[in-house]
């Protein structure tokens, strides 16, 4: 054999060893990759000074407009953060939080999602 054959071989072995170590790393750090999940958004829910709902900070006073928004809430996964209100100066303004709650309820927003297993 020649001296340049020799090289070459030598230069070929070493270009498929190395190969051959990227492509076993590759394979195992895929098995061991997790998926990365997103977090599930949030918007925050509270009350303003006059006892109306504000959902993402916009003040809601009608409760059709209210419901609506906390089904859409469902329909697009995003998880509500009720802020409680510290005081509330009177009647009406318990009455509107607890109405807010039981709307939450009836949109599903109150209970923790499970995935759907047929999916």
Do not use: C
Request: aromatic content about 4%.
């Amino acid at each position: 054999m020649k001296r340049g054959q020799t090289g070459s071989r030598w230069i070929l072995l070493v270009a498929l060893f190395a190969g051959g170590a990227i492509a076993v790393t590759m394979i195992v750090r895929s098995r061991n990759t997790k998926p990365v999940v997103p977090a599930r958004p949030h918007i925050t829910i509270s009350m303003d000074a006059q006892g109306r709902t504000e959902i993402g900070g916009v003040s809601v006073g009608n409760t059709n407009l209210r419901d609506s928004a906390l089904q859409l809430m469902n329909k697009l996964d995003i998880q509500p953060k009720i802020v409680v209100p510290r005081t509330m100066t009177n009647a009406q303004q318990a009455s509107n939080f607890i109405q807010t709650l039981e709307s939450l309820g009836r949109a599903g927003l109150s209970r923790e999602k499970r995935p759907n297993p047929y999916e």
